[in-house]
């Protein structure tokens, strides 16, 4: 069992997201069938049952050079190596180094095993999770990064969310989004635009769906383990994994580096910075200490191609209001409908603990100006005005 931080009552790594998993890309090999063959999906079938275990397909975007369209992808067949120890990690993973930046690996997707490794497992990850010189690319990495650190210290650094990511395209397009409105994984993986529609050798396309159930977990498993972890908290404590279990975790990352990389087309310079910015801002937002993040890397500042004259973005900052005992109710109100209407008229982000914890605190992120005006509305419903 992980040994828990005393006092503390925030996520363990019961929960689904852990242990942490590390996706990896570049094709091992490149899934192929005639063209009657893929109208009457003769040759996928095939491709299922050489699905070993502890095998998986990852969708890659086509680096072919020009043969294919640009939204389509090969797909590659990889090992599922499941880590309880530091040795069985790559080294260019364990020694971070700025001669070789990396944003996956190769060849494999690594589930580590926080549970059976411990803390001597997670203690030889933590540079990489650390590192300026690896990306991670995560869905919503609040609570991820929240574990990590009250759990084994470690400070996620360098993080790509793809749900910050979701919204900034949005913003790009003109689309506005509800302040209340999170993008789901499933519903992300379900978008047409990012991955909802995979094209193989041929330009065959088909849905997500039946990707899942040719290749991956189904809904219908997925909706199982949320059921199971309902009703066992102890779901991913239990060893050996099930299969059941190596195939959830590993559908939780095998279509991140594709959807990472049709956003990174799609995002412009000032949503880069966003991107960067929200991302160290979120995975500091629940680690608050007493040092009030004082030993966390560094906010990105405005980046000098930004800077003009007339159109400078507004630097974004993370605030943390102290909310008296008995007061949350004055924030959240009936339903929820206080809060809502807050995060409306201020257009910042307005987080709060919860059950998870922190419980007594409210988190603000955003420009400068909107979250000094979400802070006042705030104090104000907690005087009672």
Not at 24 to 44: D, N, P
Not at 346 to 370: M, N, S, T, W, Y
Request: neutral net charge; proline residues 6%.
């Amino acid at each position: 069992m992980v040994k828990q931080v005393d006092q503390y009552t925030g996520p363990s790594l019961t929960r689904k997201n852990f242990p942490v998993y590390i996706a990896k890309t570049q094709a091992l090999c490149i899934a192929r069938a005639s063209e009657r063959e893929r109208k009457r999906g003769v040759g996928f079938d095939r491709m299922a049952s050489v699905n070993t275990p502890h095998q998986t397909y990852i969708p890659l975007p086509s680096e072919s050079g020009g043969k294919h369209r640009d939204d389509e992808a090969v797909l590659s067949l990889v090992p599922i190596h499941i880590v309880t120890h530091a040795s069985q990690l790559p080294t260019e993973f364990l020694y971070p180094s700025p001669e070789r930046q990396l944003l996956a690996f190769p060849d494999a997707i690594y589930l580590v095993d926080a549970i059976q490794g411990g803390e001597t497992l997670m203690k030889a990850c933590k540079p990489a999770l650390e590192s300026s010189y690896i990306t991670k690319v995560i869905h919503d990495c609040k609570r991820d990064s929240e574990a990590l650190y009250f759990q084994f210290g470690i400070k996620l650094h360098n993080v790509v969310d793809t749900q910050v990511a979701y919204y900034l395209i949005e913003e790009q397009q003109g689309r506005k989004r509800s302040p209340d409105d999170y993008i789901s994984f499933v519903s992300l993986v379900a978008d047409p635009r990012y991955c909802g529609l995979i094209v193989v050798e041929g330009r065959v396309v088909f849905l997500v769906a039946w990707w899942f159930s040719l290749f991956g977990i189904s809904y219908v498993e997925k909706k199982e383990v949320r059921t199971l972890l309902r009703e066992d908290p102890k779901f991913w404590t239990y060893r050996p994994f099930s299969e059941l279990m190596v195939r959830a975790a590993a559908d939780d990352v095998r279509f991140l580096p594709y959807i990472y990389h049709r956003m990174m087309e799609k995002l412009n310079e000032r949503s880069l910075w966003q991107l960067a910015v929200r991302g160290a801002l979120y995975c500091q937002c629940f680690c608050i200490t007493e040092n009030e993040y004082a030993d966390w890397p560094s906010i990105p500042r405005i980046p000098d191609n930004l800077a003009v004259e007339g159109n400078v973005p507004e630097q974004e900052i993370l605030s943390v209001l102290d909310v008296p005992p008995g007061k949350m109710g004055c924030i959240i109100g009936k339903k929820g409908a206080s809060i809502l209407s807050i995060k409306e008229s201020c257009g910042a982000e307005i987080l709060i603990g919860g059950a998870k914890g922190p419980p007594d605190k409210v988190f603000i992120v955003g420009p400068v100006r909107q979250v000094r005006k979400a802070e006042a509305i705030l104090r104000g419903r907690m005087l009672g005005y």
